[in-house]
């Protein structure tokens, strides 16, 4: 895989799924794109939030794309103000994902308990 794209708890959960005979299960990420998200410019809110949702989904098309193309089931779903897309994939989708140039990194997509 190649070198930083994969978060250590990710790489960690898909030797886990390896070492049991898992390797088809899907597991839920986020990938992270290579450019940040932020607003730019000047106007009301509204604008900007509108222009910076148009900007990150044309970013995101061809990360969207390549999921279509491995056969990702289930609907990614576009992560405008992180400027990412969390999805469901097997091991080795995840792999051929993190060859994508547009790829930052790829993170588990777990829940944290949060404690106060």
Do not use: C, F, Y
């Not at 049991?20 to 998200?37: F, G, K, T």
């Not at 509108?50 to 089931?73: A, H, K, N």
């Not at 995840?94 to 140039?101: D, F, K, R, W």
């Amino acid at each position: 895989m190649p070198d930083g794209k994969i978060d250590p708890a990710l790489e960690q959960e898909l030797d886990r799924l390896a070492a049991n005979s898992l390797a088809d299960r899907p597991v839920p990420v986020i990938i992270e794109h290579v450019e940040p998200a932020s607003v730019t410019g000047e106007g009301d809110p509204s604008t900007q939030m509108s222009e910076l949702e148009r900007r990150v989904r044309g970013q995101q098309s061809g990360i969207l794309e390549q999921l279509r193309d491995l056969g990702v089931g289930g609907t990614p779903r576009q992560l405008t103000l992180a400027n990412a897309v969390a999805a469901e994939l097997t091991p080795s989708q995840v792999e051929e994902i993190s060859t994508h140039p547009d790829v930052k990194r790829i993170h588990l997509a777990r829940m944290e308990k949060v404690t106060t």
